[in-house]
């Protein structure tokens, strides 16, 4: 037999045999990967006050302790979650046990017995090697859909609902339709979960990392996710090491902004030279050699082996020579920032006042100019997302559109404002509007805007605002005059 | 941004006119300049000056004369600057345009018919030879120029058209130019549809009073005169795509402003009030002004620093008239039988002269005289016409002022936040934040690529902040920053997020003429 022909009889032994395997894998499958229902609120920020609903279904993976994993997106809204097992027939209502939208993800349990029956935890990689190819499996019209994906790279990258940077395992894919909480797995272990699909590139939230939040969770360790609250520029430029005085070879991240959004005490100075982070050296590139991982962003070093709260030593390079310093890593938190990403576990905030309808400026606003809102929502606003908050002003309240009523003639198609006082008491929050209102001065609301080419104040008949303010929400079918939520869920 | 004299709220997001669902919005076409692309010989062309001959024919329209003889077609050939490659040129356009013979032997045209012009050729009525002219005067800010033909015998037998008044709404008027479509000159007649204060696209941010009519105006239109009894009432100039039987053209009153204002020998320009005024409707803050609920009066909303009116004028004056024109709550006034933004009589002085205005302050009447000048602080933001760009290229990094030329050369779909820097420095800064507002904000534009700076992270598209230490006001600042000494490495600090970039200094002062001559700079500078 020619060498040929040898693996030809081997290759296709070996597809018989794997064929077998498939089969045998996807069955084991069906008993770790549930299906889900989400109804959730898919609110219309530019009428805050409604609250058109929307169901989807995602995959989850079956954990120890009667736990469904999956993924966070559309949970924080969720009105109800029911579970299905075995891609068809009967549904079972479920509940929301715990959500974080920093890391994505969230667990789910039903209290009926019966859904449990014969369910087998599915088990998480503890590192995710790379590749060469992966199985993908979802369930589709009741049958378990095994496809396999190629490994592209392991990146860091801002999570599908945080800010904060985290190991993102991306494969290359044609299936369409990715990013609800698909399985990726090998070998009969789960390597991550799908967050969402560019292009061909699926982003999967790596089991190594969903592991260790799950388990400082159950230990009761979890503070959420951290992240480096500095930002940095490469050190590749040789001109600019000399210029910082290294001596020794080049390496190194340049420090070039030390606190946007937390209020954690600057230990890091601007033009530091950032050596070293966690024991791993920093090359010029601000990557760090990951033991699993390979070259990785040094942001991947706040939530390798640290969360929010912990410390990570590090060496940098200040004023021709080493110094270590001791980084805390602060919380990801939406809140910390002027212009919010998100803000979960509440309807969405407004007050209306003599037809005003007054909202926080949200990034959640900002994206009901729809998948292109980046370049279509009006520019002044998405700018605000470019700015600090200050202790003085650590959010941003807008007057973002007016409903039409006798007690506001004149301003019906005034929009789009930021709010700097009512009554000359500086705003940031729609409290302190509510607490502005109560205070007219000489019979008028007084309004002013923020500094600028837009206009600057309109005022309203304080006597007549309130009877207005009814008479609109009347007319224009609102249920309630304000939405005051002062709390954050999830982080 | 936009018009920084009066201007009425509604104040919808510039530039980026969208709405959120839900909300529709009519987003009406920019206008847009009529030059034509250079006659066309066509089948329709034919049919065209067929149409033409039989419009002229008409006795109703062009009674007496042949003011069609004083009509002259322009062909210009112009050259624009490349503003991300400031000492480049894009090639040679040839464009062309109308124009009419006026007193003085000269010819009235448009300004971006003969911007940017390397050479323009005049052509006669029905005359086959062209004629060298040059630019006496140009009105960038009210699109209109005027052309001396070197050739005396060039006005021979040409009689100058006179201008009219503003022709009223409803009357009709006709266009007479070179459009597109045709070589021979073209007649279409239309009505006076509105006449109303427009933004005017060849400056970009610049609105005067025009006049809207349904008489075509096509490319190659522009710069002809519109005409009413034989009298000029209007110079043709730009169109809005997407609007149908919908042309412009510049009224009486700005050509008159242009003339008057050229006869020292010198252009200076229309003149801005610096204040923005916005409608007095709620019967609330009209109370609270001391107001009666009548259509009487505007409020000024905010005044622009730098301006006359700063020390003159406060917020929540209430604006009762100009110059004897009573102001209307809707912050217009009645001229000539239309309702007009109050701008307009901003704009009738010459730069320099006063306005009349009676006030309401603190719910007392007063008069003042309010002096009032061109306004230069936003030239950047406007469009840019006939000098080319400044620019220094120091070790392979092009600076040049940051403008709305340049902002053009980085694309419309840009969205990342240096870019949104530079919106925001150029269009924002100076009116929200005008203690760190430059007088000329610098860009890195870009890096020409040698070893000296292959390193460079940051490599254009950057607002400069410092070099050296210094902060950069303007161009000049930048040549005195990387000459002074500052060590071994010249610092050049970007605006933002701190990020900062370091050449080796003698390095890249030796590299400098290097650079020049691989890139092909003829030099390092133009100030």
Known sequence: ?491 | MGDPGVRRIPDPPERDVAAPPGVSVFAGGRPQCLTGPGPANTFAGMLFRAFAVALALMPCVLRAGNPERSVVQILTFSQTPVFDAPWRFDSVRRSSGSGFVIRGRRIMTNAHVIAWAKQILVRRYQDPRPYQARVAYVGHDCDLALLEVEDAEFFDGLEPLEFGDLPAVRSTVVSVGYPAGGEQISYTRGVVSRIEVQPYSHPGHRSLLAVQTDAAINPGNSGGPVLQDDKVVGVAFQGIPGLENAGFFIPPEVIRHFLKDVDDGRYDGFPMAGIRLVPLHNPAYRSYLGLANDPLGARIDGILSGTPAESRLKPDDVLLEVDGLPVGSDSTVLYEGNRVPVSMAFQAPQSGESVKLKILRDRRPMDLDLPVSTYEADRLAGNQHDVPPRYYVHGGLVFTPLSADYLRTLGREQTDSATAALIYELYYRRSEDPAKARPEPIVLATTLAHPVNANLGVRGRALVDRINGVRIERLEDVVKALDQPSGDQQIIEFSGRGGFECLDRAAAAEATPKILDTYGIPSDRRL
């Open chain 1, 1 to 491: 037999m020619s060498l040929f022909r040898r693996l030809v009889a081997a290759a296709s032994l070996a597809a018989v045999f794997l064929g077998a395997l498939h089969a045998a894998d996807l069955r084991s499958w069906e008993r770790s990967y549930v299906t889900l229902e989400v109804t959730y609120k898919d609110y219309d920020y530019s009428q805050p006050w409604s609250k058109p609903t929307r169901t989807v279904r995602k995959g989850g993976l079956v954990l120890a302790d009667r736990e469904i994993l999956t993924t966070a997106q559309h949970l924080p809204g969720a009105t109800l979650v029911r579970l299905q097992r075995g891609g068809r027939g009967k549904w079972y209502d479920a509940r929301v046990t715990w959500t974080d939208p920093h890391a994505n993800l969230a667990l789910v349990t039903t209290d009926s017995e019966a859904f449990w029956d014969g369910l087998k935890p599915a088990e998480l990689a503890a590192v995710v090697p790379p590749g060469p190819d992966f199985n993908l499996i979802r369930w589709r019209d009741g049958n378990l859909e095994s496809r396999r994906v190629e490994f592209s790279k392991f990146s860091v990258r801002e999570g599908a609902l945080s800010f904060a940077p985290q190991l993102t395992l991306e494969v290359n894919t044609e299936l369409a339709g990715l990013g609800w909480a698909e399985a990726v797995t090998l070998d009969g272990s789960v390597v991550g979960l799908t967050a969402s699909k560019s292009g061909n590139t699926c982003q999967v939230i790596p089991s190594s990392l969903i592991r260790r939040v799950l388990e400082a969770r159950r230990a009761g360790s979890y503070r959420g996710l951290g992240y480096f609250d500095f930002t940095w520029q490469p050190g590749e430029n040789p001109a600019t090491l000399r210029f910082l005085k290294l001596s020794g070879p080049e390496r190194g991240a340049v420090v070039t902004e030390v606190v946007t959004r937390s209020n954690t005490p600057a230990v890091l100075q601007p033009r530091d030279l950032i050596l070293e982070v966690d024991g791993f050296p920093v090359d010029v590139e601000g990557d760090y050699d990951d033991p699993d991982y390979g070259h990785l962003m040094l942001e991947n070093l706040a939530t390798r082996s640290k969360f929010a709260g912990d410390t990570v030593p590090m060496k940098v390079w200040r004023d021709g020579a080493e110094k270590t310093v001791q980084y805390v890593l602060p919380a990801a938190a939406y809140a910390d920032e002027l212009v919010p990403q998100h803000s979960f576990g509440h309807d969405p905030e407004y007050l209306i006042a003599g037809g005003l309808v007054f909202q926080p400026l949200e990034q959640s606003y900002l994206r009901a100019w729809g998948d292109e809102w980046q370049r279509r929502a009006p520019f002044r606003l998405r700018h605000y997302q470019n700015d600090h908050p200050t202790p003085e002003r650590p959010s941003l309240v807008m007057l973002s559109v007016v409903l039409p009523d006798p007690v506001n003639v004149g301003y019906q198609e005034v929009r789009f404002l930021v709010v700097d006082q009512i009554n000359g008491r500086k705003i940031a929050t729609l409290s302190d509007v509510a607490a502005a209102l109560k205070e007219p001065r000489d019979g008028v609301h007084r309004f002013e805007f923020m500094p600028g080419d837009s206009l600057q104040r309109i005022l309203l008949d304080a006597a007549a605002t309130d009877t207005a303010t009814r008479r609109v929400l009347q007319r224009y079918g609102i249920p309630a005059a304000e939405n005051l939520a002062s709390t954050e869920a999830g982080g």
